[in-house]
Nanobody
Framework: QVQLVESGGGLVQPGGSLRLSCALS????????MGWHRQATGKQRELVAT???????KYADSVKGRFTISRDNAKNTVYLQMNGLRVEDTAVYYC?????????WGNGTLVTVSP
């Protein structure tokens, strides 16, 4: 059973930084793509960033230049470095891992950006 566990969320002031981590119980090499999505209260879940097993990255326009996704295959972990946080980045952040046939979600970690 594959499990994804997010950590690193919390309360931060605008302009601050956080680093989210997503630990995978299985081998990250089995995942074609890992990613982060987020869902703000009253809004649909949206893609934040993805990274393939080859290291290709993709970002939502709203986070380009501020967020960086990376993966450490040795630690079976994916990270999301978030800099220049804004109030509108407040959301629950979910980790997603996908093989060619399955998708796995974590339970989420809350990020609150507030003065």
């Amino acid at each position: 059973q594959v499990q994804l566990v997010e950590s690193g969320g919390g309360l931060v002031q605008p302009g601050g930084s956080l680093r989210l981590s997503c630990a995978l119980s299985g081998s990250i090499s089995s995942m074609y793509m890992m990613g982060w999505h987020r869902q703000a209260t009253g809004k649909q879940r949206e893609l934040v960033a993805t990274i393939t097993d080859g290291g290709r990255t993709k970002y939502a326009d709203s986070v380009k230049g501020r967020f960086t996704i990376s993966r450490d295959n040795a630690k079976n972990t994916v990270y999301l470095q978030m800099n220049g946080l804004r109030v509108e980045d407040t959301a629950v952040y979910y980790c997603l891992g996908t093989t060619y046939t399955m998708a796995y979600w974590g339970n989420g970690t809350l990020v609150t950006v507030s003065p």
